[in-house]
Nanobody, 123 residues
Framework: QVQLVESGGGLVQAGGSLRLSCAAS????????MGWFRQAPGKEREFVAA????????VYAPSAKGRFTISRDNAKNTAYLQMNMLRSEDTAVYYC????????????????WGQGTQVTVSS
């Protein structure tokens, strides 16, 4: 059974940076893609970024492109989301998720989810 554990959230001022981590276990990582999603209060969960585990291909939402970077460390089975130039509208609970097939940006295609980590950006 795939398990995902996020860490690295917190409170940061606008313009600051945070790095989120997602430690994965129990899966066949050669077939994985991992994604980051976020959900703000009163809003639907939205796609942020995804990475195909073996080849490292990345995909970003327009809101994340140029500010966020998704990466992975194969040896540690850990994915990261480096977030720079944070804005108040980035405030949300951030989730990492894993899937074997489907669309990168469709949350319904991800069967495995972490518990989420809160990111709060103060203006």
């Amino acid at each position: 059974q795939v398990q995902l554990v996020e860490s690295g959230g917190g409170l940061v001022q606008a313009g600051g940076s945070l790095r989120l981590s997602c430690a994965a276990s129990g899966g066949t990582f050669s077939s994985f893609a991992m994604g980051w999603f976020r959900q703000a209060p009163g809003k639907e969960r939205e796609f942020v970024a995804a990475i195909r585990w073996i080849v490292g291909t990345t995909v970003y939402a327009p809101s994340a492109k140029g500010r966020f970077t998704i990466s992975r460390d194969n040896a540690k089975n850990t994915a990261y989301l480096q977030m720079n130039m944070l804005r108040s509208e980035d405030t949300a609970v951030y989730y990492c998720a894993a899937r074997y097939q489907g669309s990168y940006n469709n949350a319904n295609d991800y069967p495995y989810w972490g518990q989420g980590t809160q990111v709060t950006v103060s203006s």
